[in-house]
C-alpha cells in the first residue's frame, strides 16, 4: 500500500486561496495515478482532480464544481499539489490524497488514501 500525507489545509476567507500538498514516496508519481476527493460532515466522498502517473501523459481530471478554481500539479517525484483559488464556504470538507495504478471519478476505485487535512472556508 502507498503512504501519503497531506498538508496545507486550514481556514480561509471566501475568494481566498489554499495550497494543499500530498506528499509520497520517490517512485510512487511513476507507477500511481494521484487524486483529490474532499469530504463534508453527512456528505459523500466527491471527486475533485487527479492527475495521471508520470510517463502516461499526465492527464488532469477536475470535478464539475471545481473545474476553474483548482488546479492540480506535480513538483517533481515526490509532491503533488492542489491549488484552491476563488475558495467558497461550500468548499468547506475533510480533503484526502488518494493513489492508484488507475484511479476514476469514483472514490471506491483508489486503494490508497492519506489521513486527509481539513479545509474551512469562512464566507
Known amino acids: 500500500q502507498v503512504q501519503l500525507v497531506e498538508s496545507g489545509g486550514g481556514l480561509a476567507q471566501a475568494g481566498g486561496s489554499l495550497r494543499l500538498s500530498c506528499a509520497a514516496s520517490?517512485?510512487?508519481?511513476?507507477?500511481?495515478?494521484i487524486g483529490w476527493f474532499r469530504q463534508a460532515p453527512g456528505r459523500e466522498r466527491e471527486f475533485v482532480a487527479s492527475?495521471?502517473?508520470?510517463?502516461?501523459?499526465?492527464?488532469r481530471e477536475y470535478g464539475d464544481s471545481v473545474k476553474g478554481r483548482f488546479t492540480i500539479s506535480r513538483d517533481g517525484l515526490k509532491t503533488v499539489y492542489l491549488q484552491l483559488d476563488s475558495l467558497k464556504p461550500e468548499d468547506t470538507a475533510v480533503y484526502y490524497c488518494?493513489?492508484?495504478?488507475?484511479?476514476?471519478?469514483?472514490?471506491?476505485?483508489?486503494?490508497?488514501w492519506g489521513q486527509g487535512t481539513q479545509v474551512t472556508v469562512s464566507s
Open positions: 488518494a493513489a492508484d495504478q488507475k484511479g476514476n471519478k469514483d472514490a471506491s476505485s483508489w486503494g490508497s
Open positions: 492527475i495521471g502517473k508520470i510517463g502516461s501523459g499526465g492527464i
Open positions: 520517490i517512485g510512487t508519481f511513476i507507477r500511481y495515478d
